[in-house]
Antibody
Framework: QAQLVESGGGLVKPGGSLRLSCAASGFTFSDYYMSWIRQAPGKGLEWVAYISSRSSYINYADSVKGRFTISRDNAKNSLYLQMNSLRADDTAVYYCARAANHYDTSGCDYWGQGTLVTVSS | QSVLTQPPSASGTPGQRVTISCSGS????????VNWYQQLPGTAPKLLIYSDNQRPSGVPDRFSGSKSGTSASLAISGLQSEDEADYYC???????????FGGGTKLTVL
């Protein structure tokens, strides 16, 4: 059974940095596109970024472009999100999710439990 | 303001059939497949419908999806109390070159 476990969330001051990790198990991680998706408290889902199976294709939401960097280490079955220049509106639960098919990254069949990032002074 | 538009709320009584709409545009729903997610309180989203109308294994056939033009719908028949959750539609957007979500619909079972 596929499993995704996020870590690295916490409280950070505006302008600060944080690195999220997502440990994958139960499937061949290197075969799948992966995404980060976030959800602000009491709000809806917002896609953040995706990365292809071999890191050849990467894209970001406009709201995080230039500040966040998605990466992966297939040897370690891990996905990362480096978040810099954090702002209050980045406060959210961050989920890593597996795209069921490489041709449709909007269809994520496995999600982690999420990690909370709070940006506040 | 979400790119895909959903009603903020929907409701029904046990046993009823409820539909939730998702309105988009030619750059997302018309050209690309639609997925639906169910999010129970305090949990991560779960893929409910993929590729417009396909159910992952384990999802009851009470849940069905459809699409026409720039709109999609999720139908839930034989409504049950455990269906009370938030529902989100999602699709790839060619203009934004990214994934777009609907704002979510909170389903209440009366």
């Amino acid at each position: 059974q596929a499993q995704l476990v996020e870590s690295g969330g916490g409280l950070v001051k505006p302008g600060g940095s944080l690195r999220l990790s997502c440990a994958a198990s139960g499937f061949t991680f290197s075969d799948y596109y992966m995404s980060w998706i976030r959800q602000a408290p009491g709000k809806g889902l917002e896609w953040v970024a995706y990365i292809s199976s071999r890191s050849s294709y990467i894209n970001y939401a406009d709201s995080v472009k230039g500040r966040f960097t998605i990466s992966r280490d297939n040897a370690k079955n891990s996905l990362y999100l480096q978040m810099n220049s954090l702002r209050a509106d980045d406060t959210a639960v961050y989920y890593c999710a597996r795209a069921a098919n490489h041709y449709d990254t909007s269809g994520c069949d496995y999600w982690g439990q999420g990690t909370l990032v709070t940006v506040s002074s | 303001q979400s790119v895909l538009t959903q009603p903020p709320s929907a409701s029904g009584t046990p046993g009823q059939r409820v539909t939730i709409s998702c309105s988009g545009s030619s750059s997302n729903i018309r050209k690309n497949t639609v997925n639906w997610y169910q999010q129970l309180p305090g949990t991560a989203p779960k893929l409910l419908i993929y590729s417009d109308n396909q159910r992952p294994s384990g999802v009851p056939d009470r849940f069905s999806g459809s699409k026409s033009g720039t709109s999609a719908s999720l139908a839930i028949s034989g409504l049950q109390s455990e269906d009370e959750a938030d529902y989100y539609c999602a699709a790839w957007d060619d203009s934004l070159n990214g994934v777009v979500f609907g704002g979510g619909t909170k389903l209440t079972v009366l």
